[in-house]
């Protein structure tokens, strides 16, 4: 009888603690949330273009948000700038910009024509280029390749154009 009455005790407990223990690991996950916390802020972007076989035409450089749209259509950004690919020094400066994850695209238009001319594969004749400088070899980077974090007053990023 005494057997019996440790080996049930026992199982009374075992059958308690198996109860509680999946109880309190859910609540040791959820008091722990994995996030990326970006302090808020503005900063302002400054992108340096390189690499222009010519002067000829114009750049346009655009500023994403999140992967809609990114990198070739610019009406999806939040930020576009337009400059003369003239002149030794190609800088775009994106100011007030609120602190968080971004991509930068840069497309030269060097007929000055107003789009990016593409050939019959849908590959650009003109050149092109994504912050992060991602290497890419079928089809254009994606947004998380070329993403980046601004998180404090003031970011450089020098985008190499490849034309292909």
Known sequence: MEIVMKRSCWIVIIALLSV??????RNAVAAEPERLEVPAGVGAITVRITGLRSTDGNLSVALFDAKKGFPGKYDRAIRKAKTPAAGS???VVFGDVPY???AVAVQHDENGNGKLDANFLG???EGVGTSNNPKSKFGPPSFDAAAFVLDRKSMELTINLRYL
Do not use: I, N, T
């Open 123 to 125: 590959m650009p004749k």
């Open 20 to 25: 509680q223990l999946p109880a309190m690991s």
């Open 89 to 91: 020094a190609h800088v």
């Open 100 to 102: 968080g994850a971004y």
